[in-house]
């Protein structure tokens, strides 16, 4: 399958204090990244959509201001996490869209980024 | 809007047994994808398998295969001759088929089902 990276795997980061997180799809291009976030023993839950070159679509209830994507590339997108505060701790993973390039239509994930604001 | 459910929480099964994890969703819509993905105390989501809708073949990949139910709206994940390190939550999502228009290409999740492995 398609690989996906994510940097860096565990940050802390003090309160008030922006954190950047990386999201790279190493062997084909994606269009499309998706970012979500995980509490514990929970399900994945959906925050935005990364399209590459054009403004990302933020989920009911996720403040764009406080989540900055950036989709600058075909292979790289950016989740910042501005101003952090102890509640955004939490486990954040990118997804990326893979259509066409030989392979079929899927989402493949990178291994997540455990954020932890003191 | 879509759902998907996944009515056991927990689950445990013998080394070399077979298990079933079930999996409802519910959609208007006619054409698209079902997922069923794994995620080991390491956290990464791993993908298992994936059938499309309009395929009526099951798809199978070695020992995990899945019982596709359209009319049902069924998507059951069969694990053959289980191994420890097949003990992870898995996930059911569903996803619209890339044409449907508005929220194709986001995947709506189950809440899951822990899977454990007994030596």
């Known amino acids: 399958g398609a690989v996906v990276s994510q940097h860096p795997s565990r940050v802390i980061c003090k309160s008030g204090t922006s954190v950047k997180i990386e999201c790279r799809s190493l062997?084909?291009?994606?269009?499309?990244m998706f970012w979500y976030r995980q509490f514990p023993k929970k399900s994945l839950m959906l925050m935005a959509t990364?399209?590459?070159?054009?403004?990302?679509?933020?989920e009911q209830g996720v403040e764009k201001d406080k989540f900055l994507i950036n989709h600058a590339s075909l292979t790289l997108s950016t989740l910042t996490v501005t101003s952090a505060h102890p509640e955004d701790s939490s486990f954040y993973i990118c997804?990326?869209?893979?259509?066409?390039?030989?392979?079929?239509?899927?989402?493949?994930f990178g291994p997540g980024t455990r954020l932890l604001v003191l | 809007a879509q759902t998907v459910t996944q009515s056991q929480p927990e689950m445990s099964v013998q080394e070399a047994e077979t298990v079933t994890l079930s999996c409802t969703y519910d959609?208007?819509?006619?054409?698209?994808?079902l997922f069923w993905y794994k995620q080991p105390p390491s956290r990464q989501m791993i993908l298992v398998i994936r059938?499309?809708?309009?395929?009526?073949q099951n798809a199978t990949e070695n020992r995990f295969s899945v019982n596709f139910q359209k009319a049902a709206k069924s998507f059951s994940l069969k694990i053959s001759d289980s191994q420890l390190g097949d003990t992870a939550m898995y996930f059911c999502?569903?996803?619209?088929?890339?044409?449907?228009?508005?929220?194709?290409?986001?995947?709506?999740f189950g809440k899951g089902t822990k899977l454990s492995v007994i030596p």
């Open positions: 997804s990326a869209r893979v259509a066409g390039q030989g392979m079929q239509e899927t989402q493949y």
């Open positions: 062997d084909f291009q994606a269009t499309t």
């Open positions: 990364s399209n590459e070159g054009s403004k990302a679509t933020y």
């Open positions: 959609t208007s819509e006619n054409n698209y994808y």
């Open positions: 059938q499309e809708a309009y395929k009526q």
């Open positions: 999502a569903f996803m619209k088929h890339p044409y449907s228009g508005a929220g194709s290409y986001q995947l709506t």
